[in-house]
């Protein structure tokens, strides 16, 4: 796929937002595992 620069920026940035919004996700369903987890003993 060939696109103009700000094209292929735009799509990269898209992307590293979508990683970032992904691991922000998972990292904060795991703390509320982890507390879950510490609050059910």
């Known amino acids: 796929m060939v696109g103009t620069k ?3 920026a735009t799509a990269t940035k898209t ?3 979508a990683v ?5 996700e998972m990292s904060q ?3 509320g595992n982890f507390y ?3 609050t059910h003993f």
């Open 36 to 38: 879950s987890r510490l």
């Open 15 to 17: 992307g590293e937002l």
């Open 6 to 8: 700000y094209e292929t």
């Open 20 to 24: 970032v919004e992904k691991v922000s």
């Open 29 to 31: 369903s795991a703390r």
